[in-house]
Protein backbone atom coordinates (compact mmCIF):
# COMPACT_ATOMS: atom_id res chain seq x y z
CA UNK A 1 0.00 0.00 0.00
CA UNK A 2 1.68 3.38 -0.81
CA UNK A 3 1.95 6.04 1.73
CA UNK A 4 0.10 8.39 1.41
CA UNK A 5 2.47 11.35 2.51
CA UNK A 6 4.42 10.10 -0.45
CA UNK A 7 4.11 12.05 -3.82
CA UNK A 8 5.58 11.21 -6.95
CA UNK A 9 6.06 12.00 -10.53
CA UNK A 10 6.77 15.66 -11.93
CA UNK A 11 3.25 17.04 -12.61
CA UNK A 12 2.15 15.51 -8.95
CA UNK A 13 5.03 17.00 -7.16
CA UNK A 14 4.91 20.30 -8.30
CA UNK A 15 1.58 20.78 -7.75
CA UNK A 16 1.96 19.96 -4.47
CA UNK A 17 4.34 22.03 -3.79
CA UNK A 18 2.14 25.48 -5.58
CA UNK A 19 -0.58 23.68 -3.50
CA UNK A 20 1.17 25.11 0.13
CA UNK A 21 1.12 21.91 2.15
CA UNK A 22 4.29 21.67 4.48
CA UNK A 23 6.96 19.18 2.33
CA UNK A 24 9.91 17.63 4.57
CA UNK A 25 12.05 17.32 1.72
CA UNK A 26 12.13 16.25 -2.00
CA UNK A 27 14.18 13.45 -3.60
CA UNK A 28 15.87 14.08 -6.66
CA UNK A 29 17.30 11.60 -8.92
CA UNK A 30 21.29 11.55 -9.57
CA UNK A 31 21.92 13.16 -13.22
CA UNK A 32 18.39 14.60 -13.45
CA UNK A 33 19.05 17.77 -16.13
CA UNK A 34 16.78 20.10 -18.02
CA UNK A 35 14.11 22.67 -17.83
CA UNK A 36 12.49 20.02 -15.24
CA UNK A 37 15.20 19.83 -12.82
CA UNK A 38 15.54 23.95 -12.88
CA UNK A 39 12.04 24.50 -11.83
CA UNK A 40 12.49 22.24 -9.17
CA UNK A 41 15.44 23.84 -8.30
CA UNK A 42 14.03 27.01 -8.14
CA UNK A 43 10.55 26.31 -6.49
CA UNK A 44 12.30 23.97 -3.60
CA UNK A 45 14.46 27.39 -3.07
CA UNK A 46 11.03 29.14 -3.06
CA UNK A 47 9.38 27.13 -0.22
CA UNK A 48 12.48 26.58 1.72
CA UNK A 49 12.14 22.61 1.16
CA UNK A 50 15.46 20.54 1.37
CA UNK A 51 16.52 18.83 -1.43
CA UNK A 52 18.31 15.40 -1.07
CA UNK A 53 19.57 13.84 -5.04
CA UNK A 54 20.23 10.12 -4.66
CA UNK A 55 20.93 7.16 -7.26
CA UNK A 56 17.36 6.02 -9.17
CA UNK A 57 17.66 2.71 -6.81
CA UNK A 58 16.55 4.58 -4.03
CA UNK A 59 13.88 6.12 -5.15
CA UNK A 60 12.81 2.70 -6.97
CA UNK A 61 12.92 0.97 -3.60
CA UNK A 62 10.70 3.93 -2.12
CA UNK A 63 7.74 3.14 -5.07
CA UNK A 64 7.18 1.04 -7.71
CA UNK A 65 5.63 3.37 -10.07
CA UNK A 66 6.19 5.68 -12.33
CA UNK A 67 8.60 7.99 -10.09
CA UNK A 68 10.24 10.33 -13.44
CA UNK A 69 12.67 10.96 -11.11
CA UNK A 70 11.50 13.11 -8.22
CA UNK A 71 9.68 12.25 -4.56
CA UNK A 72 7.91 14.71 -2.29
CA UNK A 73 7.24 13.60 0.87
CA UNK A 74 4.53 15.73 2.42
CA UNK A 75 4.49 16.67 6.01
CA UNK A 76 2.06 14.90 8.60
CA UNK A 77 1.56 17.96 10.15
CA UNK A 78 1.43 21.26 9.60
CA UNK A 79 4.74 23.47 10.39
CA UNK A 80 5.17 26.88 11.60
CA UNK A 81 8.00 29.94 12.20
CA UNK A 82 8.76 30.59 15.97
CA UNK A 83 8.53 34.32 15.22
CA UNK A 84 5.03 33.54 14.22
CA UNK A 85 3.94 31.84 17.56
CA UNK A 86 5.98 33.88 19.87
CA UNK A 87 4.16 37.03 19.62
CA UNK A 88 0.44 34.99 20.19
CA UNK A 89 1.80 33.96 23.83
CA UNK A 90 2.97 37.74 24.65
CA UNK A 91 -0.41 38.72 23.60
CA UNK A 92 -1.87 36.47 26.22
CA UNK A 93 0.32 37.14 28.85
CA UNK A 94 1.95 34.00 29.17
CA UNK A 95 5.34 33.27 30.15
CA UNK A 96 6.68 31.37 26.76
CA UNK A 97 7.78 28.03 27.62
CA UNK A 98 9.66 26.73 24.25
CA UNK A 99 11.59 23.42 23.79
CA UNK A 100 14.21 23.39 20.84
CA UNK A 101 15.12 20.12 20.32
CA UNK A 102 18.56 19.81 18.62
CA UNK A 103 19.34 16.54 16.33
CA UNK A 104 16.58 14.18 17.86
CA UNK A 105 16.37 11.93 15.14
CA UNK A 106 14.04 8.69 16.64
CA UNK A 107 10.64 9.35 15.46
CA UNK A 108 9.25 7.86 18.40
CA UNK A 109 11.52 9.88 20.95
CA UNK A 110 9.48 13.10 18.95
CA UNK A 111 6.21 11.73 19.37
CA UNK A 112 7.34 11.05 23.34
CA UNK A 113 8.94 14.66 23.54
CA UNK A 114 5.95 16.40 22.21
CA UNK A 115 3.17 14.31 24.26
CA UNK A 116 5.14 15.43 27.40
CA UNK A 117 5.57 18.93 26.12
CA UNK A 118 1.67 19.12 25.72
CA UNK A 119 0.50 17.30 29.08
CA UNK A 120 3.27 19.89 30.96
CA UNK A 121 2.53 23.15 29.62
CA UNK A 122 5.18 23.57 26.89
CA UNK A 123 3.47 26.19 24.13
CA UNK A 124 6.03 24.95 21.09
CA UNK A 125 8.35 22.89 19.84
CA UNK A 126 11.10 24.16 17.74
CA UNK A 127 13.13 21.54 15.25
CA UNK A 128 15.88 22.30 12.89
CA UNK A 129 14.73 21.84 9.14
CA UNK A 130 17.43 19.40 8.30
CA UNK A 131 19.14 16.77 11.19
CA UNK A 132 15.87 15.75 12.78
CA UNK A 133 13.41 13.30 12.69
CA UNK A 134 11.05 13.39 10.31
CA UNK A 135 7.70 13.76 11.77
CA UNK A 136 5.61 11.11 10.27
CA UNK A 137 2.41 9.04 11.24
CA UNK A 138 4.56 7.24 13.73
CA UNK A 139 5.07 10.21 15.51
CA UNK A 140 2.03 11.41 15.39
CA UNK A 141 1.03 8.25 16.79
CA UNK A 142 3.14 8.00 19.70
CA UNK A 143 2.52 11.91 20.47
CA UNK A 144 -1.14 10.55 21.16
CA UNK A 145 -2.00 13.33 18.88
CA UNK A 146 -0.14 16.45 20.69
CA UNK A 147 1.69 17.10 17.72
CA UNK A 148 -1.39 18.12 16.09
CA UNK A 149 -2.21 20.44 18.93
CA UNK A 150 1.17 21.74 20.02
CA UNK A 151 2.69 24.33 17.48
CA UNK A 152 6.01 22.74 15.52
CA UNK A 153 8.20 25.28 14.37
CA UNK A 154 10.83 24.47 11.84
CA UNK A 155 13.95 26.55 11.68
CA UNK A 156 16.90 26.92 9.02
CA UNK A 157 19.16 27.99 11.83
CA UNK A 158 18.65 26.81 15.52
CA UNK A 159 21.59 29.54 16.29
CA UNK A 160 19.70 32.11 14.62
CA UNK A 161 16.63 30.74 16.48
CA UNK A 162 18.24 31.46 19.56
CA UNK A 163 19.25 34.66 18.94
CA UNK A 164 15.78 35.64 18.15
CA UNK A 165 14.34 33.91 21.34
CA UNK A 166 17.25 35.88 23.42
CA UNK A 167 16.33 39.66 21.83
CA UNK A 168 12.64 38.55 22.52
CA UNK A 169 13.26 38.23 26.32
CA UNK A 170 13.49 34.70 26.81
CA UNK A 171 15.88 32.76 28.97
CA UNK A 172 17.83 30.14 26.62
CA UNK A 173 18.77 27.11 28.49
CA UNK A 174 20.88 23.73 27.75
CA UNK A 175 20.83 20.46 28.81
CA UNK A 176 24.65 19.78 29.47
CA UNK A 177 25.74 16.65 30.79
CA UNK A 178 28.91 18.62 31.91
CA UNK A 179 26.92 21.48 33.63
CA UNK A 180 27.57 21.82 37.32
CA UNK A 181 24.03 23.70 37.66
CA UNK A 182 21.58 21.60 38.96
CA UNK A 183 17.73 21.63 36.98
CA UNK A 184 16.29 22.43 40.37
CA UNK A 185 18.06 25.99 40.57
CA UNK A 186 16.96 27.52 37.76
CA UNK A 187 13.83 30.14 37.66
CA UNK A 188 11.73 28.53 34.91
CA UNK A 189 9.16 30.46 36.05
CA UNK A 190 10.17 33.13 33.39
CA UNK A 191 10.10 33.39 29.73
CA UNK A 192 11.96 30.20 28.64
CA UNK A 193 12.97 27.94 26.02
CA UNK A 194 14.97 24.78 26.85
CA UNK A 195 17.34 23.13 24.65
CA UNK A 196 17.63 19.15 24.95
CA UNK A 197 20.18 17.46 22.61
CA UNK A 198 20.20 14.52 20.26
CA UNK A 199 20.01 10.65 21.49
CA UNK A 200 23.50 10.14 20.94
CA UNK A 201 25.66 13.25 20.80
CA UNK A 202 23.78 15.52 23.11
CA UNK A 203 23.52 19.45 22.60
CA UNK A 204 25.71 20.30 19.74
CA UNK A 205 28.82 23.16 20.82
CA UNK A 206 27.39 25.80 19.22
CA UNK A 207 24.00 25.94 20.94
CA UNK A 208 26.03 25.17 24.53
CA UNK A 209 27.67 28.42 23.14
CA UNK A 210 25.04 30.48 22.19
CA UNK A 211 22.81 29.36 25.76
CA UNK A 212 22.56 31.87 28.50
CA UNK A 213 22.62 29.02 31.13
CA UNK A 214 23.75 25.36 31.24
CA UNK A 215 22.24 22.73 33.64
CA UNK A 216 21.94 18.88 34.47
CA UNK A 217 19.67 16.74 35.71
CA UNK A 218 21.12 15.20 38.68
CA UNK A 219 21.95 11.44 38.68
CA UNK A 220 22.39 8.69 40.92
CA UNK A 221 22.64 5.87 38.60
CA UNK A 222 25.59 4.30 37.00
CA UNK A 223 23.84 4.25 33.59
CA UNK A 224 25.53 7.19 31.48
CA UNK A 225 22.49 9.61 30.61
CA UNK A 226 18.95 9.35 30.58
CA UNK A 227 17.15 8.45 27.09
CA UNK A 228 16.13 12.02 25.93
CA UNK A 229 12.34 12.40 25.91
CA UNK A 230 12.76 10.75 29.60
CA UNK A 231 14.75 13.64 30.40
CA UNK A 232 12.73 15.88 28.59
CA UNK A 233 9.86 14.81 30.82
CA UNK A 234 11.78 15.52 34.04
CA UNK A 235 12.57 19.20 33.09
CA UNK A 236 9.07 19.97 31.63
CA UNK A 237 7.39 18.32 34.80
CA UNK A 238 10.24 20.65 36.52
CA UNK A 239 9.20 23.73 34.57
CA UNK A 240 5.60 22.75 35.75
CA UNK A 241 5.98 22.58 39.52
CA UNK A 242 7.77 25.84 39.50
CA UNK A 243 4.79 28.02 37.32
CA UNK A 244 2.61 26.21 39.70
CA UNK A 245 4.29 27.42 42.65
CA UNK A 246 4.23 24.26 44.46
Do not use: W
Not at 11 to 23: E, L, M, Q, R, T
Not at 55 to 77: C, D, M, W, Y
Amino acid sequence: MQDKNIIYGRHPVVDVINSGKSIDKLILQQGLRGEFEKEIRSLSKMHNIPVQVVPKERLNKITRSNHQGIIAFVSAIQYYLIEDVLPLLYEKEEAPLILVLDGVTDVRNMGAIARSAEVLGAHALVVPKKGSAMINADAVKTSAGALNILPVCRENSLVNTIEYLQNSGIQVLASDLKARKRLSNLDLTLPTAIIVGSEGKGTSPALIKAANEHFIIPQTGKTDSLNVSVATGIILYEALRQRLGN
